[in-house]
């Protein structure tokens, strides 16, 4: 796992990294989670800030990152309607885009896609891998831990709409973020 700030992979042996605020602090981490969509712009910071919120509440000690299977908006903020949804909602909005790579299966416990599409590179990208069936289990789409919602339900991309579109998005992922919590308070 690599600090966004330090562009380091932070010591596990004896005591491990999370991150709060954007800066590493001492602390025993015990999931480690990415957000994934095609660009990180839009949908995965959104799901970012919103697990991050939530697992918070939960009293959940988790490393929660997002990033992108494509890398053409690498470096730049988050989408300013997915800016603005979070904040009018209380949420963080802090964010650099960056694209995923094959070494992000080593470094995270889960990466949640948004959609099939994004499944569907996450697995091409395991499958280049010798661990590629133990890596393939770390692939969850995020609406499937929303009860509400229609099997193999995705998050659709608000990029090309209007404001309302990406409070549809956050409304989705809020729903699928408290079940993810739940989850992971069953399971870890």
Same mark, same amino acid.
């Given at each position: 796992?690599?600090?966004? $700030?330090? #562009?380091?992979?932070?010591?596990?042996?004896?005591?491990?990294? *999370?991150?709060?605020?954007?800066?590493?602090?001492?602390?025993? +981490?015990?999931?480690?989670?990415?957000?994934?969509?095609?660009?990180?712009? =839009?949908?995965?910071?959104?799901? %970012?800030? +919103? @697990?991050?919120?939530?697992?918070?509440? /939960?009293?959940? $000690?988790?490393?929660?990152?997002?990033?992108?299977? #494509?890398?053409?908006?690498?470096? %730049?903020?988050?989408?300013?309607?997915?800016?603005?949804?979070?904040?009018?909602?209380?949420?963080?909005?802090?964010?650099?885009?960056?694209?995923?790579? &094959?070494?992000?299966?080593?470094?995270?416990?889960?990466?949640? +896609?948004?959609?099939?599409?994004?499944? &569907? /590179?996450?697995?091409?990208?395991?499958?280049?891998?010798?661990?590629? &069936?133990?890596?393939?289990?770390?692939?969850?789409?995020?609406?499937?831990?929303? $009860? *509400?919602?229609?099997?193999?339900? %995705? +998050?659709?991309?608000?990029?090309?709409?209007? @404001?309302?579109?990406?409070?549809?998005?956050?409304?989705?992922? %809020?729903?699928? =973020? $408290?079940?993810?919590?739940?989850?992971?308070?069953?399971?870890?």
């Amino acid at each position: 796992m690599i600090s966004r $700030d330090t #562009g380091k992979v932070p010591s596990t042996a004896n005591s491990r990294a *999370s991150q709060a605020n954007g800066t590493w602090q001492n602390a025993i +981490v015990t999931i480690r989670i990415a957000m994934i969509c095609m660009g990180n712009i =839009c949908r995965s910071p959104i799901a %970012e800030h +919103v @697990l991050r919120h939530k697992a918070s509440e /939960a009293g959940l $000690d988790i490393y929660i990152e997002s990033g992108g299977t #494509g890398g053409w908006h690498a470096g %730049e903020p988050a989408d300013t309607r997915a800016q603005q949804v979070l904040i009018d909602n209380g949420y963080t909005h802090r964010h650099t885009a960056q694209q995923i790579s &094959h070494t992000w299966f080593d470094n995270f416990d889960y990466l949640v +896609v948004m959609d099939e599409h994004n499944r &569907h /590179a996450l697995e091409r990208i395991a499958d280049r891998h010798p661990h590629a &069936h133990a890596h393939k289990k770390k692939i969850k789409m995020l609406r499937e831990f929303d $009860d *509400s919602a229609p099997r193999h339900a %995705e +998050v659709p991309d608000p990029y090309y709409g209007e @404001l309302q579109d990406f409070e549809d998005v956050l409304r989705m992922v %809020e729903r699928a =973020c $408290d079940g993810l919590v739940q989850y992971l308070q069953r399971h870890h």
